[in-house]
């Protein structure tokens, strides 16, 4: 294998014009502090691991799904866009390297777009689009609260309009701007330009020569050093190269499954872009549904291992040519299942913060999957479809907090195919089938008294706190989608001056902060009732609301609970009523 080197400034040339990327690299994952540690190293002059690339024939040119490096990231939109190969000469496609190279094209002449801590992404002014900048004033010597693993240089990105100016402090400079200087003279007349234009007032001797410096060694670091070392892989084998990929990828940011698997995706399925459909999809149902979800790449791909009865677990030989087939042929039917099972889950209130296991949803779209056109409602439509739904919703739920999915579930997802397969003829969601399953193997499937203890120590905040409210409050969550957590008792009360001022010692006020987040002290409402609510007295608030208020949030009857000074005693009655209502609701 013989290696060749070049400068910087020369691969960066070649970007986008006859280096492009592979269908299966994945995304660029790469943070500003990640592309500042890689600046400093070559500045250090430290090696940054060697490149591989991949130069295919024109003949083979339309049998790969090629992608663009992208020079201006953008938080929002991480997606590379598609490359018109025509009339293109030499072309390589990197194999080993992409978030190294894309970093350096980002750096020298992109711009990184990043999100202003403390301002809501949905504000016109939340994102900045930022460039590179070295400080040419800040001496890059180890000093004695410094280590050599820390950062020497003072790389920085910052938003073009907001660099401050040159002073006796600092001497920012667009990183990028070295580009311009394409042959040694034109860089030291600037050199010398730039060197005299520092004002001899504030600016030291030293500080020149340090200026002098970082620049000179900026300029040598991109244009004279041959800091890129790389392979070229001219075979035009498919399997070869598939399996050079991976070996190459195997250190560095970790590959997930799916980009190598949609790579192959996308190389098998000749009527559609795998890569792009099943992106687009994950995009579609994180962004366009009731709420807002996180579903990836991986649980698109299990579950489509899924529901073609193919082996479940996520294996890249369970991604075989035959395989490959058989899901594309059945891929419109496997999305339109998952969307309807995602839209039903949304509509008993989870989302994203909610969903503890993804996994736990794949039975349910395996179900949904194998009855085409079933309807879902918690409150309208026939009493079959109620009762269904509920059931689906209370099993869902179950799973969830016995965590029956997490970890290790391909045994689990097994087992569950195999209950809903043998029960197919019946329209209604199997719950016993499926519970007697997982039973057989170990798992927890059932509602344990003790679950109920556990279910009480739950706390504000936590994604099965709101699980466990939602079930609590039967079908409301489907009426309304804007439900928040809220303090009956409001926190305020809980602080020690208000508790002092009530009279409580010392230890009913440690109790009392114990006890202040745990779920007999948490209520669902809507918004705009909980800003109204806000940090009045519960007592005083609960006179403003209708007689069915108290009943639906499991409120205790006696009165003489509603004051904060028996508050111990309100949570010990109201403990015990969702007690009731859990052992209610799991007996159906």
Known sequence: MKYQSEAIAQVIKHLNVNYFLPAIQREYVWRQDQIIVLFDSLMREYPISTFLFWELEPENYDKWEIYKFINNFDQTNTHNETANTNGVQNL?????????????????????????????????????????????LHYPAVTEDQTEEDIHYSFRFIEPAAVPAWDNKQCWFEVGQILNFTSKKSFEDFLDQAAESLPDDTVTIKQKKIFEKNLRKLYNTIWEQDCIAYYTEHDQDFDRVLTIFVRANQGGTILSKSDLLLSMMTAKWE?????????????????????????????????????????????????????????????????????????????????????????????????????????????????????????????????????????????????????????????????????AELRRTGRKANFEPETIETILNLTYGKPLTYLVLSLLYGDNTEVNNDLHQDHIFPQDQFKPQHMTSVGLSIEQQKSYKELMNRLGNLQLLPGSENEEKSNQDFSKWLTTRDPVYRKKHLIPDNDLLLTFDQFADFMQAREEIIRQRLAQIFAS
């Open 92 to 136: 390589n496609l990197v194999l080993d390297g992409q978030q190294r190279l894309t970093s350096l094209f980002i750096g020298l002449k992109g711009t990184y777009t990043v999100k202003k801590k403390y301002v809501s992404k949905n504000h016109s002014k939340a994102w900045q689009k930022q460039k590179l900048y070295l400080d040419l």
């Open 271 to 435: 009527s559609t872009n795998a890569r792009d459909e099943i992106y687009d999809f994950v995009e579609h149902l994180n962004k366009d549904l009731a709420r807002k979800n996180n579903f990836d790449k991986d649980f698109i791909m299990k579950t489509c291992l899924v529901l073609s009865d193919l082996p479940v677990q996520y294996k890249v030989e369970n991604f075989n040519a035959q395989n490959l087939k058989l899901i594309h042929s059945k891929w419109q039917c496997i999305k339109k299942a998952i969307e309807v099972a995602a839209n039903l889950i949304n509509m008993f209130g989870i989302d994203r913060d909610t969903l503890t296991s993804a996994n736990a949803l794949i039975p349910i779209i395996y179900y949904v999957y194998k009855h085409p056109g079933i309807n879902f409602s918690l409150a309208s439509g026939s009493a079959p479809v109620v009762q269904n739904t509920k059931r689906i919703r209370q099993w869902f739920f179950l799973m969830l907090l016995n965590n029956t999915f997490s970890g290790q579930s391909d045994r689990a997802l097994n087992d569950t195919r195999k209950a809903l397969n043998e029960a197919r003829n019946d329209n209604m969601f199997p719950v016993r089938n499926i519970n």
